[in-house]
């Protein structure tokens, strides 16, 4: 079973080192906006260079010719994985993909975000399909794009797999252990659930990096995630 992969979410490569500093193995971790438009590439070339996996989670969305050149860019970076919205489109996808090309970078896309409910999905993006069926479209899209998968809830990560293929990555973010807060995110799952419903990867922020023990928050999410728990 893979690493849950640690969303860095905090502002300063001084925060990042600390927590950092915590672990003794080398982690999957996931740099997102708040701390790439604080820190940038630099920061992103460090992490690397520790010899911790990266998911580089900028969501680009925008007409496909920027997307292109911006993926090419970071292209040189040699992150593990970057992502793109699906909503920008199969020629945006495209797109992405050409501008990774002669890289390792894997490339997945948001579908629907798990902080999105049905209910705001229909009255603030005008769909009129349900959640599920707007995450299985985005994802059916993705893999038409020639993308590696995609970013979904556990809700849906079964019914992907099961229309683009098992090794189609369904990466899932909004994991909580049991009994902790929601906080701003709608759909949500434990690790157990992610692992028994079909997710391939978990992202894993806030029950990790507020935890008065990361380390150990880490190594029991870690263990529920593979089954050993
Ligand atoms: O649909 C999405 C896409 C990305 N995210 C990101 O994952 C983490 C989740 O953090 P938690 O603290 O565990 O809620 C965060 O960096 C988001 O930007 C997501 O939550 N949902």
């Not at 911006?70 to 994985?81: E, N, T, W």
């Not at 993909?97 to 629907?112: D, H, N, W």
């Not at 990867?201 to 263990?223: C, D, F, L, M, W």
Request: proline residues 3%; negative net charge.
């Amino acid at each position: 079973m893979n690493k849950p992969i640690i969303a860095l979410d905090f502002s300063s490569k001084q925060q990042v080192e600390e927590f950092l500093s915590r672990f003794n193995e080398p982690l999957f971790v996931k740099v997102g906006m708040e701390l790439f438009y604080q820190e940038g590439p630099d920061l992103v070339r460090t992490i690397k260079a520790m010899g911790h996996d990266i998911f580089l989670d900028l969501k680009l969305h925008d007409i496909p010719n920027t997307v292109e050149s911006a993926m090419r860019g970071l292209a040189k970076l040699g992150v593990d994985l970057t992502n793109v919205h699906a909503a920008g489109g199969v020629e945006m996808m495209e797109a992405a993909k050409r501008g990774l090309s002669g890289s390792e970078t894997k490339l997945i896309a948001v579908t629907q975000l798990t902080s999105t409910s049905e209910e705001q999905m229909h009255s603030d993006q005008l769909i009129a399909a349900s959640l599920h069926d707007s995450v299985l479209h985005y994802a059916k899209k993705a893999k038409q794009a020639g993308l590696d998968g995609v970013v979904c809830s556990v809700l849906e990560a079964a019914a992907i797999s099961e229309a683009c293929g098992e090794s189609f990555m369904r990466v899932t973010p909004g994991i909580r252990p049991a009994d902790a807060a929601a906080d701003d995110q709608k759909r949500i799952a434990t690790p157990q659930e992610a692992r028994l419903k079909g997710s391939t990867h978990i992202v894993v922020g806030r029950a990790i990096t507020k935890s008065e023990n990361p380390a150990a928050s880490y190594g029991q999410i870690k263990n529920e995630w593979s089954g050993l728990l």
